[in-house]
């Protein structure tokens, strides 16, 4: 089966450094995105790997290890509207995307 | 960016009526639109890829005659809920692929949440 692993939640402070991981088992890959998820919102694009390495973009960073299936989201100088969860998706071989549970992040003075 | 808008943003019917939910893209054309819900806490669930002018392509375990979907044309898709239950309530996403994208990102409508008293 197909499957995305990413922690459940995550605590940090502002202006720390946050690292969210997620690893994945899907049959093919075309690509993993971050989304962002405020709640009762819609989810917002954050950012979109599909190469090996560190795919910076302001305060957010991406990375992506095919060989491991792994990824992780960072996030620098966080601040309270980061508040959000954090999700994660892979498009496997029919280029479908498959969803993790999402990461709620939160954040505290 | 590309721009998709949802309609009602939150509806509240009773039991055995049918409600339906408007997913429009503003600035470009969408062959291609997708059916999302979405439970408290939960991760996005896939219920249909809705293709303009043919019928829709439904999920596994998502009924067809009960989620009915209509993508009259290139900037709209409707589902309507039909005799909804309590079990339905839930968080509604639409979202769009932009053509000149790549099929790289989608996006999202504000989504429609649906509580069935």
């Known amino acids: 089966g197909q499957n995305i692993d990413q922690p459940t939640e995550m605590t940090a402070t502002e202006g720390a450094i946050v690292q969210i991981n997620c690893t994945y088992q899907?049959?093919?890959?075309?690509?993993l995105f971050w989304y962002q998820q405020h709640a009762g919102e819609a989810p917002t694009f954050l950012s979109y790997?599909?190469l090996d390495g560190l795919e910076e973009k302001g305060r957010f960073s991406s990375f992506l290890s095919r060989s491991k299936g792994y990824s992780y989201l960072l996030l620098k100088e966080l601040q309270m509207k980061d508040s959000a969860s954090y999700l994660c998706a892979v498009k496997d071989s029919n280029y479908q995307l498959i969803w993790g549970a999402g990461t709620k992040l939160i954040i505290k003075p | 960016g590309a721009v998709v808008s949802q309609h009602p943003s939150r509806v509240i019917c009773k039991s055995g009526t049918s409600v339906k939910i408007e997913c429009r893209s503003l600035d470009f054309q969408a062959t291609t639109m997708f059916w999302y819900r979405q439970f408290p806490k939960k991760s996005l669930m896939l219920m249909a890829t809705s293709n303009e002018g043919s019928k829709a392509t439904y999920e596994q375990g998502v009924e067809k005659d009960k989620f009915l979907i209509n993508h009259a044309s290139l900037t709209l898709s409707t589902l309507t809920v039909t005799s909804a239950h309590p079990e339905d309530s839930s968080f509604y996403i639409c979202?769009?692929?932009?053509?000149?994208?790549?099929?790289?990102?989608?996006?999202f409508g504000p989504g429609t949440r649906l509580t069935v008293t």
């Open positions: 790997n599909v």
């Open positions: 979202s769009a692929t932009p053509p000149t994208s790549g099929q790289l990102k989608q996006y």
């Open positions: 899907t049959s093919g890959f075309n690509g």
